[in-house]
């Protein structure tokens, strides 16, 4: 399932870059909503359940996406990495204000942190996205659109992996072993 998962996270984003690279901005960003709306709703049927950050992004890529195809202006998908990551910022260092760590939710009980952990991840993260989002802004303010594409695709991901990568040594120690079902 967690191998569907990723499929399903990263095939609209495939569609998008391959979509963009033989029709360009227009039909990459509606062949984009398309496929985030298909995802969504194979997710939905393979685990019974929709997963917030799906969601919100799938609010996201229909409101901006829309807007993009509307005023064919593609400045509008151009923002939205930047509006999800600001809102993802936003929900995390608000709940955390308020001693709410929404990424306890996120990682769906996979880490039995203390608060204080979790309070430490979950700034960080806060940060993290807060600095992509002013990211996205410089990359497609300053570069050309195909840069900005490549950036998106190729950019975005190998950074958010490295920064999970840089955190790991803070959540190793918490990780839940779960037993085994055979084991007697």
Known sequence: MKNNRLLLDMGPLVIFFAAYKFAGIFWATGLFMGATVLALGLGWFSEKRLRIMPVITLVLV?????????????????????????????????????????????????????????????????????????????????????????????????????FAFANMPLMLKYIHEEKSEDAG
């Open 62 to 162: 229909l409101f901006f996406g829309g807007l993009t195809l509307y005023f064919k202006d593609s400045t509008f998908i151009k923002m939205k990495p930047t509006a999800i990551y600001l809102l993802f910022a936003l929900a995390l260092g608000g709940g955390a204000a308020f001693g709410q760590y929404y990424l306890k939710v996120v990682f769906d009980g996979a880490f039995h942190m203390p608060d204080a952990v979790w309070r430490v991840l979950t700034w960080r993260w806060a940060g993290f996205f807060v600095a992509l989002a002013i990211l996205n802004e410089v990359i497609w303010r300053n570069f050309s659109e195909s840069a900005w594409v490549n950036f998106k695709v190729f950019g975005l991901l190998p950074l958010t992996f490295g």
